[in-house]
């Protein structure tokens, strides 16, 4: 740590302030936490994570998405259209990622087969880091390469991943029904995919 | 306050014409028993004292002054691995600075408390000064006093011409001269100047706005940083920002969709001299795009001269170095490919620390604490760098395995290992040169030094308030000359019947003091002017000030 405690509590506070105002502040600090001490206080404070859900009705429309996977594969997102889409932006050297990481590898194991799809978007990251984080969590759908987070760009104009990890729900119309900002929990995230689409 | 306060009925008495400060009342209104202030009238006190142009002037002094730690320490918005290298040099001193939040001055709360009250007194100062400013402008000139060779100008002389008609043709040659006249039966008065108050007003105003732009931009702008290793890109998004700063009303989807691709970085160093090791040029050489699908341009950055995309500013603030290594595990994965930015600790010779982390290691994570050295030279024994170009590039390495801590939500920063769940592995210490290796005991993996990379650090600012405040800073400069310029001056005229039948014309004027000098000369000429619409018949009656003009005794036949 470059910083001692009293100082990073103290940041700490005004960014909880901020995160108050603005999701933004904490998740600028989902990248910063492992750059800075400053990003230290300002991500994981409050325990806090936003989730968002949008009405029927209401769901923006996902943008464009295309990529490449990390093993080489073309994707297209809206190949996907007609299954309920779980687009997860992580990296191997973001501890948030890794502590759901097993939640997020069971539920695509459990939505198997149930029309869900599961996919990665891997961030800032270098391809050998980020198979071997899928070994250790035995994640088991594919994950797209975007070093330079261009498809967090993407989402821009839409939802904007407002931090690392974000874990966006699409529906079966390719809208952004939910967004979970910060680590998901199993049974949050299943509620959230049962919610958008019901059994 | 320096305001001029007119009186609002002038009245007879010869006082009406002096200017008054606007103290005046308020004094009068302190005066009251100290012992019959209520709550109202400690807070009509406190108000009072609030917007006086003391207490002002104390606070705009002490937002300078505030802001001087700004520029002398490094700024957590700025320039974050400045404070980190600052807390490393000076571990007892830096916590203090942080307690008065001296590394983010600008964010500080007694900065915010100095910006506040200095917004809430300019407006307490300029609301109620508005409104006098208004009256007095609408207001016509006061009185003529009674005896005019009172006033600190004065001249009076004696002419055949009736009264009403040199007074009408006085008032026709000040009205001329853009004088404010106000024409009664026995005397003209004319004023001069309203510009000043309205300079001075302008300064308040625009000091009012220079204010909110700021406030504007903290509001509405936001400040990141991100580093970038040559050969990468990034865009700008919330995911990609090292720290990011947004202002209250920022939201992530607000930012301009930029991105950006550092192609290369290049450090030049004075090579001799007693500069020798110093900095002489940097240049990162970019390609942008300002929104995705755009069309790619390319800059070269240097320092002090950012890339602007979108209003958006870029600024090349820091360099480095990012050792590239490739790791291989116990169980024959490579777990790790790519470059780590190392932070330099010390300028002359550049060496940077730094750390790699390995989690996804098979059997045990792996973690490095790693020093770089560009210059690699031999001190007795001890390795150092003795220049800050790659000259001679190494990397000394400390390896540990055990538990990086680092599948908990538990934040760390990626620069430093956090060894309480490591142990340190059994590796001669060898610096290593590209391409070496060191084989880990116990089965654990290989790692490959596989060479060095730079990197850049950028500080992303966008400030919509920028050119709002560079307008109004202007205006305050504009007011201000105004207000110094330009002399708030009177002039009145009286003619009576003298007991020869002739008139007696006096001529009196006044102006403010403080202003620059200049009104005797254009009192002297304007009464001179004055004086020429008539004929003078005799000397004059009583000697005010000396007039210079003599050749006007004859008396003009045209008249």
């Not at chain 2, 200017?19 to 006190?45: K, S």
């Not at chain 2, 069309?295 to 070269?300: G, K, Q």
């Not at chain 2, 004929?535 to 000697?543: C, K, T």
Request: a positive charge.
């Amino acid at each position: 740590m470059f910083r001692p405690p009293g100082s990073a509590r103290r940041a700490a506070v005004g960014a909880a302030l901020a995160a108050v105002v603005l999701s933004a502040a904490a998740c600028g600090g989902g990248a910063t936490a492992q750059q800075t001490a400053e990003g230290n206080g300002s991500s994981f404070v409050s325990g806090t994570y936003a989730t968002t859900v949008f009405r029927q009705g209401a769901r923006p429309v996902a943008p464009q998405v295309t990529g490449t996977t990390l093993t080489g594969t073309r994707f297209l997102l809206s190949a996907d259209r007609g299954a309920v889409v779980v687009l997860n932006f992580w990296g191997s050297w973001c501890s948030p990622c890794r502590e759901e990481a097993p939640a997020l590898g069971a539920l695509a194991r459990h939505f198997s087969g149930a029309g869900v799809r599961f996919v990665g978007v891997d961030i800032r990251d270098d391809t050998a880091s980020a198979e071997a984080f899928m070994r250790t969590f035995r994640i088991g759908y594919p994950s797209l390469n975007d070093p330079s987070d261009a498809i967090a760009l993407d989402f821009s104009g839409t939802v904007p991943p407002a931090g690392i990890p974000t874990t966006l729900v699409i529906d079966r119309s390719g809208r952004i029904a939910a967004r979970i900002v910060g680590t998901a929990s199993y049974d949050g995230l299943e509620a959230l995919i049962t919610s958008v689409e019901p059994a | 306050m320096t305001g001029l306060r007119i009186p609002p009925e002038a009245g007879p008495d010869e006082r009406a014409t002096e200017f008054a400060d606007a103290a005046g009342p308020q004094v009068q209104a302190g005066a009251r028993p100290a012992g019959r202030f209520g709550a109202a009238g400690w807070l009509r006190w406190g108000w009072r004292q609030l917007t006086s142009m003391r207490t002002a002037l104390i606070l705009l002094f002490l937002l300078a002054v505030g802001s001087v730690p700004g520029s002398l320490l490094p700024q957590e918005g700025s320039n974050p691995e400045a404070v980190a290298q600052y807390y490393t040099a000076h571990p007892r001193l830096a916590p203090i600075l942080a307690r008065f939040s001296l590394f983010d001055v600008f964010g500080a709360p007694w900065f915010a408390a100095i910006y506040l009250l200095l917004f809430l007194s300019l407006v307490g100062c300029v609301l109620p000064r508005t409104v006098r400013m208004v009256g007095s402008a609408r207001q016509p000139p006061p009185r003529a006093p009674r005896h005019l060779a009172r006033l600190p100008l004065s001249v009076s002389y004696r002419t055949d011409q009736p009264p009403e008609q040199a007074l009408a043709s006085a008032a026709r040659l000040l009205s001329g001269k853009r004088f404010r006249v106000r024409a009664e039966a026995d005397w003209v008065a004319a004023e001069k100047g309203y510009l000043r108050e309205a300079g001075n007003l302008l300064f308040h105003i625009a000091l009012l706005a220079v204010l909110v732009s700021i406030g504007l931009g903290g509001l509405y702008g936001y400040k990141a940083n991100r580093l970038l290793v040559a050969g990468t890109s990034f865009s700008n998004t919330v995911t990609a920002l090292d720290v990011f700063r947004p202002g209250r009303l920022v939201t992530p989807g607000d930012l301009q969709p930029f991105s950006l691709t550092l192609d290369r970085f290049s450090a030049s160093y004075v090579t001799s001299g007693t500069l020798m090791g110093q900095p002489s040029a940097f240049n990162a050489a970019l390609t942008y795009t300002s929104a995705p699908g755009g069309p790619s341009r390319r800059y070269l950055l240097t320092v002090n001269h950012p890339l602007v995309v979108d209003g958006v500013r870029v600024f090349l603030i820091g360099h480095g170095y990012a050792p590239e290594f490739r790791v291989t595990d116990g169980a024959g994965h490579v777990a790790f490919d790519g470059p780590v930015p190392f932070i330099p600790v010390e300028t002359s010779g550049f060496t940077s620390e730094g750390a790699i982390k390995v989690p996804d290691a098979s059997p045990q994570q792996l973690g490095f604490a790693g020093v770089f050295l560009p210059t690699t030279v031999d001190v007795g024994g001890r390795l150092a760098s003795a220049f800050p170009a790659p000259l001679k590039p190494s990397v000394s390495l400390v390896s540990y395995a055990g538990n990086l801590g680092m599948n908990s939500a538990t934040p760390q920063s990626v620069y430093t290992l956090d060894t309480a769940g490591l142990h340190q592995l059994a590796v001669a210490p060898r610096p290593l040169t590209a391409g070496q290796s060191i084989q880990l005991p116990g089965r654990l993996g290989t790692l490959t030094y596989l060479g060095y990379r730079q990197w850049i650090s950028l500080a992303i600012t966008y400030d919509p308030g920028q050119f709002p405040a560079l307008v109004s800073g202007i205006a305050v400069l504009g007011g201000l000359l105004l207000s110094f310029m330009v002399r708030r001056r009177r002039v009145f005229v009286r003619a009576r019947a003298g007991a020869a039948g002739e008139t007696i014309i006096e001529v009196g004027g006044l102006s403010r003091s403080d202003a620059a000098g200049g009104f005797e000369d254009e009192f002297s000429s304007l009464a001179t002017e004055i004086r020429g619409l008539s004929s003078p018949p005799a000397p004059p009656a009583s000697p005010g000030r000396p007039e210079e003009h003599r050749g006007d005794h004859e008396p003009p036949e045209g008249e």
